[in-house]
């Protein structure tokens, strides 16, 4: 491992120099890896290791969409590619990438699959953390294991793709066979990690929630709400509102921030706009800490997997979802950035 300071904190990581693919293949090469659920993390998943020379199958339900995607992406019935169920019994290690709500659903079945030895492997410490919710209580005679991509399914992939790689937690919960770590390390990086750094289940979830619901998604969608509306009513066109409030972060200043950090992104705008930012920084910092807070304490107590559940569980949940998107995608703000993408020069040349 390598000691990097994270800003006066010394933390090990692991990189793919110093684990190498060649490591990786060598210690899965007798691995059968099934990856069940070809949604949101499998697909990139999949094919990275695919692509790594892994052997990988695909364990899909039969005739849904996302087992159209694995044909289509080139997994082949009855070889590559199976019903869930099928699949994990062919597998000595079993990625168990389905929706949260899913792997509740699915775990009955999976559970009489694994065989002693196997590896049993997430990318969200979900249902192993919130097992008084889930019911998912791994047999001791299989390790229990954890990489984590910090992107989307799709970022897995196009990273992959473009060589860049993508950092991913690492964790293990279970060491039955005495080799969970070393096959955690070597399936982090055959999906594709630049980096791996060690966390553990309960730490990888509580984050992750929190991220989601916070910086990552559910801040980010509110705060650009707010901004844009302000802007708006005070008489601001939705071309202006929407430039100002969400394509030049998009477009300019969160590949700066991405670089070199926030510091450098100041260094690099107006003196008029630092001296605004460094002033009104800490008064938004510590208007949303309290929320942050609230937030935290409700993803640690259980609640917010409590309303995943729930929700993601009910019969309707696809078409609720498809509603609540679809107020967001029909919103004057996002119909301004449809309107705005399309005038970018790489869409008029389309």
């Not at 079945?109 to 002693?116: H, P, V």
């Not at 049993?120 to 229990?144: A, C, K, M």
């Not at 844009?228 to 590949?255: D, M």
């Not at 993601?312 to 004057?332: C, F, G, Q, T």
Request: proline share 4%.
């Amino acid at each position: 491992m390598a000691h990097i300071d994270f800003g006066g904190t010394t933390e090990e990581v692991i990189t793919s120099e110093e684990f190498t693919l060649q490591q990786a293949r060598e210690l899965l090469e007798k691995e059968t890896v099934a990856v069940l659920g070809y949604g949101v993390q499998g697909p990139g998943q999949a094919l990275n290791m695919r692509d790594n020379g892994i052997a990988v199958i695909v364990g899909q339900r039969e005739g849904s969409a996302s087992w159209d995607k694995a044909v289509a992406d080139g997994f082949v019935p009855g070889k590559t590619l199976f019903p869930i169920a099928e699949a994990a019994k062919k597998a000595t290690v079993i990625q168990y990438l389905l929706s949260d709500a899913g792997q509740v659903a699915m775990w009955p079945t999976i559970k009489a699959c694994l065989n002693e030895g196997d590896a049993l492997y997430f990318s969200h410490g979900f249902g192993i953390v919130y097992r008084d919710q889930t019911g998912i209580v791994p047999p001791e005679n299989v390790d229990v294991i954890l990489a984590a991509p910090k992107g989307s399914g799709t970022t897995v992939r196009t990273n992959f793709l473009d060589g860049s790689g993508i950092n991913s937690s690492f964790a293990v919960h279970q060491d039955y066979t005495g080799r969970a770590k070393a096959r955690t390390i070597a399936l982090g990086i055959a999906i594709g990690s630049g980096y791996l750094f060690p966390t553990t289940f309960e730490k990888e979830v509580h984050s992750d929630l929190t991220g989601e619901r916070g910086v990552l998604m559910g801040c980010l969608a509110g705060v650009m709400e707010a901004q844009y509306t302000v802007l708006r009513k005070n008489g601001h066109s939705p071309s202006e509102a929407f430039n100002e409030t969400v394509e030049e972060l998009t477009q300019s200043l969160i590949r700066l921030v991405a670089q070199n950090g926030m510091d450098w992104m100041y260094a690099n705008c107006s003196t008029t706009a630092q001296r605004g930012a460094l002033d009104w920084a800490p008064r938004f910092r510590d208007a949303v800490a309290p929320v942050f807070d609230q937030l935290y304490t409700s993803v640690v107590s259980g609640e917010e997997t409590r309303r995943t559940l729930e929700c993601n569980s009910a019969p309707d949940y696809r078409e609720r979802l498809d509603a609540e998107l679809k107020v967001i995608h029909d919103s004057e703000m996002w119909r301004a950035g449809a309107a705005v993408r399309a005038l970018r020069p790489e869409n008029r040349r389309k």
